[in-house]
């Protein structure tokens, strides 16, 4: 079993940057390629970035990208997410999760243990 909990999320003026933490416990964190995705009001939960096991490959959506980065700390099984120029539509519940399987890492069914989440609100 793999327990997530998610912090650094807030309210941030556009143009403002916050900080999230994914704390992971329960499993060998360091073997797996990490995601984190979001979820606004009313929308299907989307990919925002992935980090393989050993941090030196990452990937963006074409939304965040030049503005997110995707970080990791294994010996803390921690991963980041540093938001940067933060928009009105980043708004949303930011989860990380534990990728399991082999297909697109973009599809949230490719990953098996997610957070709780956390709330980032950006307002205009």
């Known amino acids: 079993q793999v327990r997530l909990v998610e912090s650094g999320g807030g309210l941030v003026q556009a143009g403002g940057s916050l900080r999230l933490s994914c704390a992971a416990s329960?499993?060998?964190?360091?073997?797996?390629?990490m995601g984190w995705f979001r979820q606004a009001p009313g929308k299907e939960r989307e990919f925002v970035a992935r980090i393989s096991w050993s941090g030196g490959r990452t990937y963006y959506a074409d939304s965040v990208k030049g503005r997110f980065t995707i970080s990791r700390d294994n010996a803390k099984n921690t991963v980041y997410l540093q938001l940067n120029s933060l928009k009105v539509e980043d708004t949303a519940v930011y989860y990380c999760?534990?990728?399991?399987?082999?297909?697109?890492?973009?599809?949230?069914?490719?990953?098996?243990?997610w957070g709780q989440g956390t709330q980032v609100t950006v307002s205009s």
């Open positions: 329960g499993r060998t964190f360091s073997s797996y390629a």
């Open positions: 999760a534990v990728e399991s399987g082999s297909g697109s890492y973009t599809e949230p069914s490719e990953y098996a243990y």
